[in-house]
Structure formats: structure tokens, C-alpha cells
């Protein structure tokens, strides 16, 4: 099946720093989910985005689908920012979203 | 528009036990599931639904049943709870193509002793 890798498992930062979290996928997709999972465990729909570039306030993401790969930016970081970001990708004929291991980002005040 | 909305929210069952967690959808989505996610790992699905009437396994669907006699429910059993069930549930629904947005209810926490 595809296999999903993210980058990096952790990251810490200060309050207002910039991040880049990378997604890297080993096969075509058509679906590219970014969530963000808040420490009271809600998973929270970021961004759709199997190709091109997003943008949400503080946040956007592009997805490069001919080199299988997905950033998501966050700029001016805040302390609500923190928790685990999830890259999810699915491929044609296959229902399931399959999962990378996440980010684990903590803002510090 | 609640969206995807799950119960129970918490429960713990004694191993054997049996129980059903529900999930329930207002968005008229063809499309739900069942993943579970453990401790320090993405999430896998159990079982899904591609409309009314029809389930289908996923990639770890041993140990549970489903069944989607209406569109905007799909229901998530356990027969003889096993420790080794112990997880998160979470229910996503997404509708038809071609977008194929999934979107996630709160989730369940099962503790089995």
C-alpha cells in the first residue's frame, strides 16, 4: 500500500516563529488531507488540497503531486497551534485514507 | 449543521462485554467509516460504507461488525470486547465523488479492562 512519511516528529518553537512541515507520499493520489489533532484529541480538517496551493489565514499548503510531496506553512505561530499534524493520503480504488505518524509541534509562550 | 456527531463519547467495558457506538451525519454524505487510532500512530480503518445498505472492510477489521441501515447513521459493534481494543474511534463521512473530502466526529475513547 502507499506509505506516507512526515517530517519532522517534533518540532518546538517560540511564539511567533514560522514552520514548515513536509509530507512525503510513495504513489499517485487523489486525496491529500491535512488535520490538525488539538491536545483535546478533535481532529480538525486544515486543508483539501490533492494538488496546488491553499491558503487560511495563518495557513496554507501546497501539494507538488508529480514528486509526491506536501508542505504545510504556519507563520506567526500561537500558543493554540500546538498539537499533532496529520498528512492523510489516498489513492484511486482504495477508500481509506492512510496516515502518516504526524508532527508534533508545541509553541512555547 | 452538527456535522459528524459520535456516541458515546467515553466508555470501559470488561473484557467479553459487548457494546455499539454510533455515529450519525446531517451533511447527507453517501460515504462513512470507522478508523481507530492508537497511541503514538495515525489512524486505520475498520470497516466502511459507500451508501445506505452496504459495508465493506477496511485494513484491521477483525473483532468488529457495522451495519448502515440508514443513510445518516452507521453503527460500529463489538461483539466480545478484547483489551487489545482498546482505542480512539473516530467516524468519518465525506459525500460522492469526485471530492472526497473526509470529515471526522469528536471520537470515542474505549477502554477495555
Known amino acids: 500500500g502507499i506509505q506516507v512519511e512526515q517530517s519532522p516528529p517534533d518540532l518546538i518553537l517560540q511564539e511567533g516563529a514560522n514552520s514548515t512541515l513536509r509530507c512525503n507520499f510513495s504513489?499517485?493520489?487523489?486525496?491529500l488531507q491535512w488535520f490538525h489533532q488539538n491536545p483535546w484529541g478533535q481532529l480538525i480538517n486544515l486543508f483539501y488540497i490533492p494538488s496546488g496551493t491553499k491558503q487560511n489565514g495563518r495557513l496554507s499548503a501546497t501539494t507538488v503531486a508529480t514528486e509526491r510531496y506536501s508542505l504545510l506553512y504556519i507563520s506567526s505561530s500561537q500558543t493554540t497551534d500546538s498539537g499533532v499534524y496529520f498528512c492523510?493520503?489516498?489513492?484511486?480504488?482504495?477508500?481509506?485514507?492512510?496516515f502518516g505518524t504526524g508532527t508534533r509541534l508545541t509553541i512555547i509562550p | 449543521n452538527a456535522g459528524v456527531t459520535q456516541t458515546p463519547k467515553f466508555r470501559v467495558l470488561k473484557t467479553g462485554q459487548s457494546m455499539t457506538l454510533l455515529c450519525a451525519q446531517d451533511?447527507?454524505?453517501?460515504?462513512m467509516y470507522w478508523y481507530r487510532q492508537d497511541p503514538g500512530m495515525g489512524l486505520r480503518l475498520i470497516h466502511y460504507?459507500?451508501?445506505?445498505?452496504?459495508?465493506a472492510k477496511g485494513e484491521v477489521p477483525d473483532g468488529y461488525n457495522v451495519s448502515r441501515l440508514k443513510k445518516q447513521n452507521f453503527l460500529l459493534g463489538l461483539e466480545s470486547a478484547a483489551p487489545s481494543q482498546t482505542s480512539v474511534y473516530f467516524c468519518?463521512?465525506?459525500?460522492?465523488?469526485?471530492?472526497?473530502?473526509?470529515?471526522f466526529g469528536p471520537g470515542t475513547r474505549l477502554t477495555v479492562l
Open positions: 468519518a463521512s465525506r459525500p460522492g465523488t469526485p471530492k472526497n473530502e473526509q470529515f
Open positions: 492523510a493520503v489516498s489513492n484511486f480504488g482504495n477508500e481509506k485514507l492512510t
Open positions: 460504507s459507500v451508501g445506505e445498505g452496504t459495508t
Open positions: 504513489d499517485s493520489v487523489n486525496n
Open positions: 451533511m447527507n454524505h453517501e460515504y
